[in-house]
């Protein structure tokens, strides 16, 4: 039985900010500490209950303690079964396998191989270059403006948001950032379908170019829709153009689907909107139903690893195998990621109706349940792309306010002006208008706020 101090949230919150790193985050603008959870919901010591629309930055597919994936960990405890096995195979690991390839279209699964990496998404992102630079031979790496991949040294070295990178020294050489297509912030100011256009023909330029100062490519990296970048899709063609590009000049192409992953943006893997087929997968969050676990799935001609050349002690983890595996069998026996279309279109209209109403909001955005609302400050003199200058503070300011209200949602993209919403999988159409209609409120009492004070200042 767990003892719960007095007092709610505080006690734990000040103990927290006493003891852990200054790196920690999510406490500084969501302070809570959780109760229990259930489903969509969480609840903290004071007894207040919040939609979770973080759920583990879409970690958590079928939203907390789902019975499904309780009760595959509790066969696995009761079994005496082992917990941890390096990568010495069980019967749950090989159901785990099955049912991973099983998710994938048949040309990509069934030429397809699987490394166990360390735990975390970014761990999968420092095998897949790993992979790749061993396959080719080679080592530039080509990334995007606006991506994130993770925060170890390679993959920080991928992310487009300077901050965090300023202040590492030595982070992996030889990375390339190539304008993503961003149709709210177009890099070529253009937007739409020109926009996209151009950033294909750029690459394909810059890759022909003998004087562009990049070396033959190890690889090419990229996110379906990047997440921590703002919840921005990438458009179907210009997917199609970067596998052509790639494919025609022998470089291995990258999808890092860690967030993407499983339904999340209406079909089981992003990349399927595309019809394209990966060279790599690096693939997380949701795979381990809610347990830690990392893997690269490849294509079986990049397989050129000696034994040893990758390893990772925590690459065993057999709870989160059996949690995974419950977890993908869940989603396809109900189609979740047709759920996630469904339940998505009808956020996304609420959002868009708020953005309406309101001149702060500057774009909606996003696939399936993989959604943001970017805010922007109208009234500044702003000169970079886009129409109008990110407004963080505001959204900041908005985030506070659906948290008073009871909706846990995160922030993201440029100056964090970007309210991501990633909410459980199985989150119904009544929740869904629940969640808006906190947001539409939240969003209505910060600008009637800012016009008051602006009132009262004149």
Known sequence: MVSYPEGGNKPILTQQA???????????????????????????????????????????????????????????????????TLDISTPAKEQFVDSLFGSFPDAFGD?????????????????????????????????????????????????????????????????????????????????????????????????????????DPAGMILEPVQGEGGAIPAPDEWLHEMRRITRERDIPLILDEIQTGLGRTGELYAFEHADIEP????????????????????????????????????????????????????????????HATAVGHHLRARLEATAERFDVVGDVRGRGLMLGVEFVDPASDWRGAGPHAPGGDLAQSVQAECFGRGLVVELGGRDGATARFLPPLIVSESQIDDIADIFDEAVSAVVNTDATASEVSL
């Open 279 to 338: 060279d790599v997968v690096t693939l997380s969050k949701a795979i381990g139903g809610g347990l830690p676990l990392a893997v690269v799935v490849y294509h079986e001609d990049l397989d050129v690893w000696e034994p040893g050349a990758h390893a990772g002690t925590f690459r065993g983890n057999q709870l989160a195998m059996a949690a995974g595996e419950a977890t993908i069998d869940y989603v396809l026996e109900h189609d979740l990621d047709d």
């Open 18 to 84: 006493n003891r852990e790193s200054n790196a920690r985050t999510y406490p500084r603008h969501l302070p809570l500490a959780i109760r229990e959870a259930q489903g969509v919901t969480v609840t903290d010591m004071n007894g207040d209950e919040y939609y979770d629309c973080l759920a583990g930055a879409g970690t958590l597919a079928l939203g907390h303690n789902h019975p499904r994936v309780v009760a595959a960990i509790e066969r696995v405890l009761a079994a005496d079964r082992p917990m941890h």
């Open 111 to 215: 030429h397809a191989k699987v490394q166990f990496c360390s735990p975390a998404g970014t761990d999968a992102v420092e095998a897949a270059l790993k992979l790749v630079k061993t396959a080719t031979d080679n080592r530039s790496v080509l990334g995007f403006r606006g991506a994130y991949h993770g925060m170890t040294n390679g993959a920080l070295s991928l992310m487009g948001e300077t901050d965090a990178k300023e202040p590492v020294p030595g982070l992996m050489s030889d990375v390339h950032h190539l304008p993503y297509p961003y149709d709210y912030r177009c890099p070529f100011g253009i937007g739409g379908d020109a926009g996209h256009r151009a950033a294909s023909s750029y690459v394909e330029n810059l890759l022909d170019d003998t004087g562009s100062g990049i070396t």
